[in-house]
Each structure stands twice: as C-alpha cells, then as structure tokens.
T-cell receptor
Framework: EAGVTQSPTHLIKTRGQQATLRCSPI?????VYWYQQALGLGLQFLLW???????NRGNFPPRFSGRQFPNYSSELNVNALELEDSALYLC???????????????FGDGTRLSIL | AQSVTQLGSHVSVSEGALVLLRCNYS??????LFWYVQYPNQGLQLLLK??????LVKGINGFEAEFKKSETSFHLTKPSAHMSDAAEYFCAVSEFTSGTYKYIFGTGTRLKVLA
C-alpha cells in the first residue's frame, strides 16, 4: 500500500512569490491535514479537509489556503511568501469522516519550503 | 481547552539505558492519545496509540506508554535505548468536540542516544 505522498520534496521561492504544495492520501483516506513545522516551533495545525470541504483552520493568515479534489488529494497554496514561511510542511491523512477520533494520522515526508 | 505538554525539549540517555519521555495533556472529554516519532527529513510515524482500552499500550520498536488519568499523563518508555532511537518524538491528543475534530501535538522531544 502506498503511503502519503507529498510533492515537491523541496521548493525554493523568493519573498512575494506563491507556492503550491501537493499531497496524495493513502487509498481509502478521505481526510487531509496540513501542518507547518518551523524550526523550534513544533507542528502547527494549518488546515483540515474532509470529503472536499474545509472542516477546520488553524491560526494562520488567509494567504494560506488550500483545496481538496474529488480523488481526495489536496493542495496547499501560500501566497505573498514571507521569510518566516520557511518550514517543513507536512500532510497527514486518515479515514475519519469526523466521528472517529481514535484514528491515527499517517504522515508524508513533507515539503521543505525555503524562502530566500 | 485541549493541550499537550512535553517536558524537556531535549533528552539524552546512554545506549542501553531506560528511555522516559514525558507527556501531559488536558482535555475536556476522554482523550485519544498518540506518540509519533520523526526521523530527520521524514514525516511522523505512529509509535502507539491509546483509545480507552488497556491503559498500558505497547507500540513498535519496543516502546510503550501508560495512560494515567489521575495524573493526566501519557509518558513514553523503552527499557533499553538503541542508537537507532535517536529522533524527535511527538505526543498528540485528539478529541471530537463541538462537531469538529482536533489533533493537538506537543512541541516535541529530541532524544539523543550516547554511545
């Protein structure tokens, strides 16, 4: 069974540009979560998508957005990039439809976004 | 409010020594608790989870954790550390409240294993 796949592995951008990160879930998983892991800050919850809808959002500005496609894959878009957006962005997926809290999340290896 | 606290951002143990990584949580409802491990340049891998069955949970790679409701703790242990255990460890809690579903992660503990 293929795991959660994220692309690209590394992404280098400059301030003000826009970045698009992609995530493909494990087959059968409908929920996709995005986290930002900046140096020294642990995992910060960004967004949760389930069944194509945004279900929850972390404390991030609107320039962080995303979507989930009918095949449950997801994109994270970051507009007007700032230096502090440099981080590892992790995608996690699970089977839940919102009523099964005991499902662990399965993580991809992340996209390392570097802002120059 | 739901929260997770990991005591000690860095822990060093000698090879063969006991590993103890501490996690305390707060939750308004009975929680589900998880421990994850992250190796360099990789995502998080599930070590074990507590879902209100046995309070002592055994995971992969010889790790286990005990849920102690009275102490609101879920500490991770391993009897004998291996060099390959050097990594960052995250405790997480999830609960379904108010019609939504939240995972909260601790800030992580970096484990260093000394030869």
């Amino acid at each position: 069974e293929a795991g959660v796949t994220q692309s690209p592995t590394h992404l280098i951008k400059t301030r003000g540009q826009q970045a698009t990160l992609r995530c493909s879930p494990i087959s059968g998983h409908t929920s996709v979560y995005w986290y930002q892991q900046a140096l020294g800050l642990g995992l910060q919850f960004l967004l949760w998508y389930d069944e194509g809808e945004e279900r929850n959002r972390g404390n991030f500005p609107p320039r962080f957005s995303g979507r989930q496609f009918p095949n449950y894959s997801s994109e994270l878009n970051v507009n007007a990039l700032e230096l502090e957006d440099s981080a590892l962005y992790l995608c996690a997926t699970d089977r839940t439809g919102g009523d099964d809290s005991n499902q662990p999340q399965h993580f991809g290896d992340g996209t390392r976004l570097s802002i120059l | 409010a739901q929260s997770v606290t990991q005591l000690g951002s860095h822990v060093s143990v000698s090879e063969g020594a006991l590993v103890l990584l501490r996690c305390n949580y707060s939750s308004s409802v009975p929680p589900y608790l998880f421990w994850y491990v992250q190796y360099p340049n990789q995502g998080l891998q599930l070590l074990l989870k507590y879902t209100s069955a046995a309070t002592l949970v055994k995971g992969i790679n010889g790790f286990e954790a005990e849920f102690k409701k009275s102490e609101t703790s879920f500490h991770l242990t391993k009897p004998s550390a291996h060099m390959s255990d050097a990594a960052e460890y995250f405790c997480a809690v999830s609960e379904f409240t108010s019609g939504t579903y939240k995972y909260i992660f601790g800030t992580g503990t970096r484990l260093k294993v000394l030869a």
